[in-house]
């Protein structure tokens, strides 16, 4: 299944006393989807899930489908290291109309192979949606092999995989191996045109919040086989997509939107605001008008 081609990881909008902002939620939603985004993956550590509530995320897939109205799939973040957790709100995600969800390799407990198999295949089993695996080593301090990948990618309702490895040899061996309609993700923006270059899909991006359209225009020129083009536009965006993770996600993405007049607010701890220089440093990016792209 393919969820489109930039997925956006959608911030969670927090008001000044710290709460969801439904109302700057429904904001960014109409902005993203008119920044070029195929998709909206909500709850995600870019939406600061380890420090939402169950309640605070039903409310925001809530806010997010109405707001999103059938125009773009909403993916919802249900995954956690607790098994029986991650099936209670996959199904409560469910009853609230999401189209898909997304489940991360469980962290902290650092499952083996075997292990990770079954915690995703009987989450799988416990819903109908369409599920998007997401390997990321570096948070979860263990890595999905690609033998484990290709076993679940053959359960029927597991149709794609984030993947944020950096590794491209095994990112190649999954798309080689997996069945027809199984896609791959870029989890990094900065390997979204090398991920498309051996049979990847897109990416579920962070930079989308700021340069979704030149991300798009970027992948539309490399699948119209204007390689040196799209070649050229991931060399200019690298910049903009490298001051977007100069501190812990989401805090520079969510800095930039308000730069942009984009309500996100503040982050929650432990996560802490970018210091006055790096505000600056921020700034001079991602102000300066992106006209620079050929088409």
Do not use: W
């Not at 539309?220 to 001051?243: E, T």
Request: hydrophobic share 45%.
């Amino acid at each position: 299944m393919n969820f489109g081609r930039i997925l956006t990881a959608m911030v969670t909008p927090f008001n000044q006393h710290g709460q969801v902002d439904v109302e700057a939620t429904k904001e960014l939603v109409a902005h993203l989807i008119s920044n070029g985004s195929d998709a909206l993956v909500v709850g995600g550590t870019t939406g600061e899930s380890p420090t939402l509530s169950t309640e605070e995320k039903c409310l925001l897939f809530e806010t997010v489908v109405k707001a999103a109205d059938g125009k773009v799939p909403v993916i919802a973040g249900t995954g956690s290291n607790n098994t029986q957790a991650s099936i209670e709100l996959t199904q409560k995600a469910e009853k609230l109309g999401v189209d898909g969800i997304m489940l991360v390799v469980p962290y902290y407990n650092k499952p083996s192979q075997e292990g990770i198999f079954a915690h995703f295949s009987t989450i799988a089993r416990s819903t109908k949606l369409p599920v998007m695996l997401y390997n990321i080593p570096g948070r979860s301090a263990v890595t999905m092999s690609v033998e484990t990948t290709l076993r679940l990618a053959q359960i029927p309702n597991i149709v794609a995989t984030k993947e944020a490895s950096a590794d491209l040899e095994a990112m190649a061996a999954i798309i080689e191996g997996a069945p027809d309609g199984f896609s791959l993700y870029s989890g990094d923006d900065s390997l979204t045109l090398p991920i498309l270059s051996i049979g990847g899909i897109g990416v579920v991006s962070v930079a989308s919040h700021i340069i979704g359209n030149e991300m798009q225009q970027m992948v539309r020129n490399f699948q119209a086989g204007q390689v040196q083009a799209a070649a050229l536009q991931h060399r200019q965006l690298l910049p903009i997509m490298k001051s977007l993770f100069m501190a812990p996600n989401p805090t520079p993405v969510k800095a930039a939107l308000e730069m942009q007049g984009i309500k996100a607010g503040p982050v929650r701890l432990p996560l802490v605001p970018l210091s006055a220089e790096q505000q600056q440093q921020l700034k001079s990016v991602i102000t300066p008008t992106m006209n620079f792209f050929v088409s």
